[in-house]
């Protein structure tokens, strides 16, 4: 079994890249970003939290039925920036 261990500047890179990918104008769906980045439900809530408070993403949430509400994400200006920089550092350290 090989070890899957990944950093966290990684995962944040991850995260960025998959809503930079995204072309639609409604964002993604948290519980989709979260398994597309292989990431327990925890976790993934943990670094979407500080990749919001520092800027790099934004969130809403939407009506979903009559009772649910699910919260998509979408990239920010500054997250593009942000994810040009976690990849030259990321491609530093390999």
Known sequence: MGNNYRTSNVIIQNMLEILIKDRTEEGIVKSHLIEICGLKTSTGEKYLS?????????????????????IRYYITELGKTRYQWFVKINNELL
């Open 50 to 70: 500080k990749m919001e408070s520092a800027g790099y993403i934004q969130s809403y949430e939407e009506k979903w039925g009559k009772e649910r509400i699910r």
